[in-house]
């Protein structure tokens, strides 16, 4: 029953999305033309350890890198990776924007796949510049 479920995930976002708490998971909504919520979709965020061996050393050189993907291949799950390998074992400050709440999940606790890394979430994509600031 899509009541039941929407009672239970966070309040729904501009873009349709919410989130369950402290997990890595998210929930869309498919509106109608009156706006009432008639479908959902769930995305299984996972934290994987040990995802970054293939790009360990260029992580160490403190080279840029960029990431590229086809949908659901994994290219969250290695940043996630990334940011808690440079926080906990190169001992590196590192703050996560997270505008869509995909890399640390949506409650006010971070997601312990992040590890020392900090998070700031941003409340609406246009304000992403604001926050990034602080």
Do not use: W
């Amino acid at each position: 029953d899509i009541d039941y479920m929407t009672k239970r995930v966070s309040k729904f976002s501009n873009e349709n999305r919410a989130g369950i708490e402290r997990t890595l998971h998210r929930i869309s909504c498919i509106r109608n033309r009156q706006f009432l919520i008639n479908g959902l979709t769930c995305r299984v965020g996972r934290a994987v350890f040990g995802t970054i061996s293939i790009v360990r050393d260029l992580l160490e050189s403190e080279k840029s890198i960029l990431i590229l993907g086809k949908p659901g291949v994994g290219k969250t799950t290695i940043i996630r990776e990334i940011a808690r390998v440079l926080a906990d074992e190169m001992e590196k400050r590192v703050i996560i924007i997270d505008t869509s709440n995909e890399i640390a999940g949506d409650s006010d606790i971070p997601h312990s796949g992040i590890g020392r890394a900090r998070r700031m979430q941003v409340a609406k994509t246009e304000f992403q510049h604001q926050v990034m600031i602080e």
